[in-house]
């Protein structure tokens, strides 16, 4: 089945993982210190504010499984479009203190110029945090370009203090979906359950995002969201962002002595992917920990003329 139910897991169990995981990339790679320390402090916002969100209510959407069903049938995600309303309150609370984190761990006046525009008001947080949710990156840049901001931290910050709500919206949605295994044949009553079996495409099948990398776990290709962590497999093996599967579609492992890592770079479109085996999948959030630790893979397929590709825009997509 293309979408893997990945299960949640507590802060009590995230936290050791997540620290385990860390001083396993410091053994491997200690130049990558400082960067080590900064991933810690946001990262530990983040779990905190999903452990918040997942004790409260989330908004009640007006999206039932056969409506689900088919906007993913055309090719839609299921989130995309949809009139959601946020706790404006406890994300903001969040996004300044991940603001005042960046600043301390290097982003100095950069981050803090973020951060009083949101206290200020220059900066709206709620429509901030809305465009984050809906993955308009035209608008978060432009907005953050006027106000003399740097657009990339912004899209950041709000990708961040964003993410543990599209997470549990994600879950709440495709909760009609079931936990089947990947082998397991869809339910013809059950009408996400197909959707989502026929969803072959290389963005996120919730928000529409690229996947921030890839796990193989039994050799199964397991595309894992950037934003809100669906995770979901190709029934072909081809480039995420075109779909060529032909010559200009190669994988490669820059470092001949650690073929489990390795990059997807296709020419037709110049993206590329990391994919990397493990043996199970990260859970929420710690995925970024794996993106950092494999950095020198995204430097790889740079380095070649390969980039990773703007969002698709769903806006002329019908919702119904």
């Given at each position: 089945?293309?979408?893997?139910f990945?299960?949640s897991?507590s802060?009590?169990e995230?936290?050791p993982?997540?620290?385990?995981?860390?001083?396993?990339v410091?053994?491997?790679?200690?130049?990558l210190?400082?960067?080590?320390?900064?991933?810690r402090?946001l990262?530990?916002l983040?779990?905190?504010?999903?452990q918040?969100?997942?004790?409260g209510?989330?908004?009640?959407?007006?999206?039932?499984?056969r409506?689900v069903?088919?906007?993913?049938?055309?090719?839609v995600?299921?989130?995309?479009?949809?009139p959601?309303p946020?706790?404006?309150?406890a994300?903001?609370?969040?996004?300044?203190?991940?603001c005042?984190?960046l600043a301390?761990?290097?982003?100095?006046?950069?981050?803090?110029?973020?951060?009083?525009?949101?206290?200020?008001?220059?900066?709206d947080a709620?429509?901030?945090?809305?465009s984050?949710?809906?993955r308009?990156?035209?608008?978060?840049?432009?907005g953050a370009v006027?106000?003399?901001l740097?657009?990339?931290?912004?899209?950041?910050?709000?990708?961040?203090?964003?993410?543990?709500f599209?997470?549990?919206l994600?879950?709440?949605?495709?909760?009609?979906?079931?936990?089947?295994e990947p082998s397991?044949?869809?339910?013809?009553?059950?009408?996400?359950?197909?959707?989502?079996?026929?969803?072959?495409?290389?963005?996120?099948?919730?928000?529409?995002?690229?996947?921030?990398?890839?796990?193989?776990v039994?050799?199964?290709r397991?595309?894992c969201?950037?934003?809100?962590?669906?995770?979901?497999?190709?029934?072909t093996?081809?480039?995420?962002y075109?779909?060529?599967?032909?010559e200009?579609?190669?994988t490669?492992?820059?470092?001949?002595?650690?073929k489990?890592?390795?990059?997807?770079?296709?020419?037709s479109?110049?993206?590329y992917?990391?994919?990397?085996?493990?043996?199970?999948?990260s859970?929420?959030?710690l995925?970024?920990?794996?993106?950092?630790?494999?950095?020198?893979?995204?430097?790889?397929?740079?380095?070649?003329?390969?980039?990773?590709?703007?969002?698709?825009?769903?806006?002329?997509?019908p919702r119904r």
């Amino acid at each position: 089945m293309p979408y893997i139910f990945v299960p949640s897991v507590s802060r009590e169990e995230l936290l050791p993982a997540a620290n385990q995981r860390w001083e396993a990339v410091l053994t491997d790679r200690p130049e990558l210190g400082a960067a080590v320390t900064l991933q810690r402090r946001l990262v530990e916002l983040v779990i905190g504010l999903k452990q918040t969100i997942e004790g409260g209510r989330l908004p009640r959407l007006s999206m039932p499984p056969r409506y689900v069903a088919a906007k993913l049938s055309r090719g839609v995600p299921a989130l995309s479009g949809e009139p959601i309303p946020l706790p404006v309150q406890a994300l903001t609370g969040v996004l300044l203190s991940l603001c005042g984190e960046l600043a301390a761990g290097g982003a100095g006046e950069v981050a803090e110029h973020i951060r009083s525009a949101i206290e200020s008001r220059q900066l709206d947080a709620g429509s901030l945090l809305a465009s984050s949710l809906s993955r308009d990156q035209g608008a978060i840049r432009s907005g953050a370009v006027h106000r003399g901001l740097a657009p990339d931290l912004v899209w950041l910050v709000a990708e961040l203090a964003v993410g543990p709500f599209a997470y549990a919206l994600q879950r709440s949605v495709f909760a009609h979906a079931g936990h089947p295994e990947p082998s397991d044949a869809p339910r013809s009553d059950n009408p996400v359950q197909l959707a989502l079996h026929g969803w072959n495409h290389g963005y996120c099948p919730a928000c529409g995002s690229w996947p921030a990398m890839a796990e193989v776990v039994g050799g199964h290709r397991t595309l894992c969201c950037s934003f809100c962590a669906a995770a979901w497999e190709l029934t072909t093996y081809a480039c995420v962002y075109c779909a060529e599967d032909g010559e200009p579609f190669v994988t490669a492992a820059p470092d001949e002595d650690r073929k489990d890592r390795r990059v997807e770079v296709c020419s037709s479109c110049s993206g590329y992917l990391k994919t990397v085996d493990v043996s199970e999948m990260s859970p929420f959030p710690l995925l970024s920990i794996a993106d950092l630790e494999t950095m020198d893979l995204d430097m790889a397929a740079m380095d070649h003329g390969y980039a990773k590709p703007a969002m698709k825009d769903f806006a002329r997509y019908p919702r119904r």
